[in-house]
């Protein structure tokens, strides 16, 4: 499903020598996109969960929220639908679109095909879904089935996942502007290769 696998690599950002594979923070991860010459793309997710309303009957859902070049980074193109665009999310919590995957699409819409447009709850907020993700596609979490694809700006609406730690006087008051940051398992991805 993921296209050239064997040319992604993970990357990470260490807290100290305890901790050297920890979470990134976003406004590293924009650093390291603005400056990564040698690679072809670059991408981040991080795993959240949320309470679904708008199907049969609400659900707990896990799924990733990710940075609008993830899909291609991947190489992966949603079954019905379209990526966020890059003006789509320009700061936090100012896009509220969704891509659900095909199996909660199945599961809790049962396969409408006019799910595009469409406007679900999650964790109490409003979205407007705009994709369904390709059969077979699970996300990059290892072990975990992502159910939904949210930009990465809208991390602040859903409940995180993960590690938590952060830097002491970070002075940013969402996730996105602390630098210090470290309370989202975000793995960057990296297709190897010129852009």
């Known amino acids: 499903m993921i296209a050239e696998r064997d040319r992604l690599v993970e990357t990470y950002t260490g807290l100290n020598k305890d901790f050297p ?4 923070s976003y406004l590293d991860y924009l650093d390291i996109r603005k400056n990564a010459d040698a690679l072809k793309g670059f991408a981040a997710s991080g795993y959240v969960r949320g309470i679904l309303s708008g199907g049969e009957r609400p659900a707990l859902v896990m799924g990733e929220v990710v940075s609008r070049d993830y899909f291609d980074t991947l190489g992966v193109k949603p079954g019905t639908g379209r990526p966020t665009s890059a003006d789509e999310a320009p700061f936090a919590n100012s896009a509220p679109v969704i891509i659900l995957s095909h199996g909660l699409w199945q599961r809790q819409f049962g396969g409408r095909s006019n799910m595009l447009g469409e406007h679900i709850q999650l964790s109490g907020f409003d979205y407007t879904v705009i994709g369904i993700g390709p059969a077979g ?3 990059t979490i290892p072990g975990i089935s992502s159910d939904f694809w949210a930009p990465l700006t809208m991390v602040d609406r859903l ?4 590690v938590q730690t952060s830097a002491d006087e970070d002075p940013g008051q969402t996730r996105l502007e602390r630098r210090g940051e470290r309370c989202d398992p975000r793995r960057e991805r990296a297709r190897a290769g010129e852009r």
């Open 159 to 162: 409940n995180f996942s993960g």
């Open 137 to 139: 596609f699970a996300g």
């Open 21 to 24: 594979q920890l979470t990134t």
